[in-house]
Structure formats: C-alpha cells, structure tokens
C-alpha cells in the first residue's frame, strides 16, 4: 500500500487557491495553440471546460454520447447552485459554505479541495449571470435565494425548478460559440471505449461513433473525464437511461485509482416505484422541502387503511400526523441532509408505516405553507377575515409561482394533483460522491488524464449537500481546470501530435474491437435489461441505503456468479457496423458488473457508518451513523491489478487543520 | 405487475438514412395505464430481442422531460395526445384498451432520419453556434447583482429559455420551419441587458443559419405553439421578426 500525494499547496487555507494561481506554470499562447485537449462529456462540467479551455487558446474536441451536448443529465437538475454570496445578509461566509460542505459530507473530504470550492462559488454565479442565465429575481430586480438542506442560510441560486438546465445552457452557448469560431471539434453520438496510454501518459482516446458503428482513434496531449456518476449501476435511479460509468471504468482499468466508491446518494424525495415496468425514478426538488412537511401516520392502523385505501391523507388530523424529522432532528427539521432525511424515510417505512401499496412512500404535504402563504396575500391583499377556502386559493397561487413544474410533473407521472393531496415520496439512488481518485489539479493517478465534476471523487465527502453538484460541475469546468491543466500542459510544449497510427493506439483499438465481437458472438437467451435489472436489485438490497458485512459479502457473491452469467447467456441483436442500441447498453453493464462489485468491497471495507454510507453495525442507540474517525479518516482508493476482481487498496488519510471534526448533529 | 391494456402499434422502421422505410405491426399486451409510453416500448423491444429480432431504435435519455432527446410523432402529433409533456411523460393512462397508435419519426428535410425513429438534429445545434450565446470569456464578469434586471423581463426570458431543443415545434409545422426554436433563443438574450450589444448580429447569424439548414418559413398557423411540450409563445417570433427587421434596416453589417 503506498501513499497518496493530493499535491495540497503550503499555506493557510484561505491562501492556498490564491498562491497556486499565481505560481503555477503558465503555457503561452502560441503553444495553447499546439496542445491538444480531449474532454469526453459535454455536461456541466464537461461544456464550462471546453468553453475555457478553448478561450484561452487550447484545442478542444468534445465527446457525447447523446445527439447534442445540451442533453447531458446535468440539464435535469432541479433546484440549484450554491453560492457564498451573502445577499440574503443571514451570515454566509466562503468558510460557512466551506464548513457547510466538509460536515455535511460527514468529514470524508479533502479541506483544500472544498475551500476552493467555497471561494470559486461566487465567480460562477457572476459567469452564468453574465452569459444571460436567467436567475430567479426578486421585484427590485435583484438575484432570489431560497435554503437547500444541511444549511442554515440562503445561499441557494435557482431558476424555477430548472436550474440545472437554464446552467447547462448557459455553458452549452458557450461551448457552441467556440465551436462557431472553430476552436472546438464537437463529436455528437460518440461513446469513449478507452483511453490510450503511451510512455505512461494519457495520449487520447479510442471512440465508437454511434450511428455507423465505426471505431475512432483520437490524439491528446491531456484527455479530461466528464462523465458523470454511476448510480445506474442500481439500474433503477434519477439518472437519465443512458448515464454510465463506462468512461471512468476504462480509465480505471487503465490505472486511474478509484476513490469511495461505495459512497452513494440517496435522495429522499423522489416518486415512488410503480411497477416491474419501471424504467427509472423521478426526482421532486430538494427544494419542495422549503415550504413541504414530511409526515406518516402516528398510529400503524392508520396507515394500513391508507395503504387498502379506506382513508386518505387528509382525514387525518394533525395529532394524528408524525412528522418525523421535525420530531427527531428540530433544529433543521425537514431540512436535514439527504442521508438523514433518507435513513429516517426508510426507517418508518420498515416500521410500517409507509403510505402507499408497497409500503414503501411517505408524505410530502404543503397544505400547512400553502395556508401560511394564503394568509400573508390576504393580508397584503387587506382582505381581513378570509375565509379558509380564500386563504387556499391564495396560497395556492404562491405555491404555483413556486413549483408549478414540479408539481406538475408529479401530477403527469402519478395521475394524481398534488394541490389537492398531498405528494408520495420514496427515497432513491440520486449522485455519487465517489469516483475516480483526483488531486489537487483533478489529475487521476494517470498522468495527463484528468476527471472533472461527479465523475471525481473529490468535494462531497460520504454526503453531498444539495445544490453543490452544480456548484462543483462548474468550478472545476470554468475556473480550476484553465489553471489546473497548466502546471502538466507547461511541460508538454515540446511533445508534436503523435501520429494516430502509433502501436499503442493500433492495439487499444483492437481490444475495444475484440470485446464488441465478444459481446456480439455470445448469442445467449437473455436481455441486457434482465441483467442490468438484477444487479440493480442485488445493489438496492445488499448496498444500498442500510449495509452490513453479511449482506455485502453475499451480494459480491451474487454480482460474480451473475457477470458469469451475463458473459454466458447475453443475447444482443443487430450488428456493430450500424447504430445498435442494445450493443451500447451491453457494454455499459458490462462495465457496471465490475464497479458494482468494488462498491461493495470499498462498502465491506469500511467498518464505520458516515453519510450516505450506513453500515447497519454501527450506529448510535438512536439509530444516527457513527464514525470511526481514529481508523477511517481516509479516502479508500482502489488499484485494478489486472485479472478479476484483483483491486488493492491505497490510503489517502484526511487531515483536518480548519475544522474540528465532530459528531454530525442537526438536531 | 403488468396491466390489462392491450394496444395495437404502427411503427415506422427504416434500416438507416439510405433504406427505403416503412410501418411495421406490432401487438402489445397487459399494458398497465401506470407505464410510460417509453417503458411500453422497453416491454415490446424486450420481447423483440427475446424473439432474436432487432428492436425499435428510438431516441430517449433523461425520461423526465427536460433533456429534449425524445422525439416520437404519435398519431399525427409531435410527443402524441396530450398537451405540454414530451413523449417520455406520457402515460398509458392517456390511452384506451384496444387502441392503434401510430408512430413515426419527425418528419423535416433538414432533421433526416438516422433509424427507426432517430432523427439527426444536429442542425439546431449549428444555429445555437452561429449566434445563440452571450460573447463573454470566462473569468471577467462583473458581481451578478451590479446588473438589476426587472421580474418581468428576467421572468420571459427565463419562460423563452425554458426551450429543450426537442424539435417538435419543427415536426409539427406543415413547412418545418425552427421560428419557434431560433426565436426562443433570440428572444431570451433580448429580453436581458446583457444581451444587448450583439443583438443585432445575433439575430442576423442565427436567421442566416436556419436558412442554411434548410428549414422552411414561417406561415404563422401556430401549429409549433401549439404542440411545444414547453409551452414557448408565439410572441417570440414576433419578438424576433422584430428584432430581425431592426438589424437589418440599423445593422452596419448589411
């Protein structure tokens, strides 16, 4: 086991960016202009990126898999981006978003990595204004904010429930209008297949254009990895159907570390499974539980009738309602972290008291603010004495201005109107704080190779606070890569564009060919989806929102015995010199039957409970995670030494020197 | 836990952008009213592979309605029956036991079918590049709140930025024109202080490039209004005709 250097910069912690950015090395001009910089994924940070990269100069061929870059899932975030900008005047500070962030990730991150963060937060929010992102504003023409859990402040920036795509846009216009002016190379329907390596450096990249099937062979003189999480690895999650781990899994295999991959995000709000059919799961905003109460019934025979349908939610009267994270937690209350509110979810819902067929949801209910709002526009309105239903009918209007898109995409998906009860929720597979090990430059333990965004592992700790992916997306994208890639570029001003017909390209294309054909030749009687299906299950039961040893040493059990399986009996149809979806798909499982694998063992390694990581063995009396932070204060990361299932582990330990590290209490 | 619906679909295959197309047949059974039409497609494409049959390529990624990638034209109508959702957010439930339900790709010279039911709409992304962004470099932006931008404004410009780049309003218009699309995006960045000093080019870039593309003009029947998952107003285009008669009777480009 060897030691990692997270090339953290000498000097206080509110020092370190600031002297890094004027000491690290600068590339000039006429040389940006020779050095040649792949990004694969085109999300949030993978488009701020190419827009940067290619303003100051860089070449830059973009990858996506989808038709256009602006579908990338960061589009699909809904509630907003953190930002220390304190115009609310309630407190916030670069530190308290910094503190915010290192304790609401359980005390698993890297300080110097989130401060940065916390200090880059407010450029992106003037970037994105200046780009034309159009912010929620308040009457005076001024920026709005509203809370996100983990937090006591309002520092939330957001646009309607559609902030991740009014972002993404933002960074896609950007990126278009660099590819307008010919500095960008944009590669639509291309899926990376792997990376390729000469003299131990990241060299470039072998792709697979999708529509005729036809392997590429890409240069670079530093390839960036944006390729987003791998929470499909649970086949049922909030990511879009195409997300994958693809990317990073080829790299690791190539030898980038793995960092945390058992740490995974489970939100607790989004709709709950419907049927067998279901293809994935709808998230509701983080942000519905600014003005929505979470409760179960008080009494288990209560929700047994709601359950048979002999009662509905609002027959009951407030005794007769728990609301459980007020009860538990009343210092933050419904707004508690995603893990808390979760685990909390699960535990009623294990105790009975769940509110729909399955047993398996709890109530979202704003009828309490819809009144507290109804009230304020009568009183504004001098209307005294309203009447209850006048007191709705105004509270309703706010709630509307509110959320109207997210409720009615509830209303869409459910076939019932959250205005008239109140919403079901289930907590679901949402982000993951793991992934590929990165240090302070966002270089993988390969050189040249770097991974940006939730496709790192490094800001989140075991918990990621809402509202910061995006956050975290664009800063390494717009304002940490552009001085972060310097300090490699500077040294590769002599190295000429190699050649795409170099050996080590040759033999990383045939390999990538040689797996196709394999996929291709097996011929056996049983989908990718049955597959992909399966391990989701094997991953929801045995690691996911509450794990133990035993579980967890069945479940690796269960995920080799099926990878044996899917490399027996998968049949994929259709040809690979043609657009092939299922080929994708197959591959991409593939992969997932790997990764699904190292996630539990980082899970069965790791003997504490923190953040979205809850090992069933230990816990508080009441039921809160409790850390080990004399044995685990470190970022698991894992080496692929070649063969099956042979991973090493490697330690990097997490020293804290601004933050005294504590019980997490939001009670 | 499958449902009682059983549905009759009409489905247009086509090998790839050369090959001749046609409507192929296919019965579904025990469709639950709670499925997406997107998850009774994975039922029936599941049962195509199973069969060793190749199965219906569409295009599809978030299934929540906002990254645009869904494109199918259900019974004469760009994202089928319902108004204001996109294709993965219709439901069964919006069907009847016993139903044909056809289903064909956008229909428009300038979004050519790749397969099946996938489109190339890579041309609304040569008219974003060609003019829809703001020119400024990262890195030298003023603090958000030195520009005050009033509700309303900020308000319709974020209702025009709402646009998800689908191309229904092209599928649905009988000339296949993109007013709809360009003018989302024009009027956005019109709409915001920010946007003002390439105003003019920008609508003049981005007009030029539509045409380019091969788009056809606009007859203003409303038929893109109408059928826009999101909802983007008609006033865009006049907001656009508007900004596109300005430029060229001001711009000193012309």
Known sequence: ??????????????????????????????????????????????????????????????????????????????????????????????????????????????????????????????????????????????????????????????????????????????????????KIESFSRHEMLDIVMIDGKCRGIIARDLVTGKLERHFGHSVLLCTGGYGNVFFLSTNAMGSNATAVWKAHKKGAYFGNPCFTQIHPTCIPVSGDHQSKLTLMSESLRNDGRIWVPKLKEDAEAIRTGKKRAVQLSEEERDYYLERRYPAFGNLVPRDVASRAAKERCDAGYGVNKTGEAVYLDFTFNTKRYGRTEATKKGIHNPSEDEIVRLGKDVIKEKYGNLFDMYKQITGVDPYEEPMQIYPAVHYTMGGLWVDYNLMTTVPGLYALGEANFSDHGANRLGASALMQGLADGYFVIPYTIGAYLSKEIAVKAIPTDHEAFVEAEKNVQERIDKLLNIKGTKTVDHFHKKLGKIMWDKCGMGRNEKHLKEAIDEIRALRAEFWKDLRVTGTADDLNPELEKAGRVADFLELGELMCMDAVNRNESCGGHFREEYQTEEGEAKRDDDNFAYVATWEYKGGENNFELHKEELIYENIKIAQRSYK | MSGNMNITLKVWRQKNSNAKGELAEYKVGDVSPDMSFLEMFDVLNERLVSENNEPIAFDHDCREGICGMCSMFINGRPHGPKEGITTCQLHMRSFKDGDTIVVEPWRAQAFPVIKDLIVDRTAFDRIIAAGGYISVNTGNAQDANNIAISKDNADEAFAAAACIGCGACVAACKNASAMLFVSAKVSQLALLPQGQPEKQTRVLSMVAQMDAEGFGACTNTGACEAECPKGISLKNIARMNREYLGAQLCSEKM
């Open chain 1, 1 to 182: 086991m060897s030691k990692l250097d997270a090339k953290i910069p000498e000097g206080s912690i509110d020092q370190k960016w600031t002297k890094y950015k004027s000491s690290v090395a600068l590339v000039n001009p006429a040389n940006k202009r020779n050095l040649e910089i792949i990004i694969v994924g085109s999300g949030l940070a993978g488009a701020s990126a190419a827009a940067a990269l290619a303003e100051l100069g860089y070449k830059v061929k973009v990858f996506y898999f989808q038709d256009s870059p602006r579908r990338a899932h960061s589009i699909a975030a809904q509630g907003g981006i953190n930002a220390a900008k304190n115009y609310t005047n309630d407190g916030d500070s670069v530190h308290r978003l910094f503190y915010d962030t290192i304790k609401g990730g359980d005390y698993r991150a890297r300080e110097g990595n989130v401060h940065r963060l916390a200090e880059v937060s407010n450029n992106i929010i003037d970037q994105c204004v200046a780009q034309g992102v159009p912010f929620a504003r308040e009457y005076g023409g001024l920026l709005s904010n509203r809370s996100f859990g983990g937090t006591q402040v309002e520092r939330t920036f957001y646009a309607a429930g559609q902030t991740g795509q009014q972002l993404l846009l933002g960074a896609y216009s950007a990126m278009q209008r660099q590819v307008g002016s010919g």
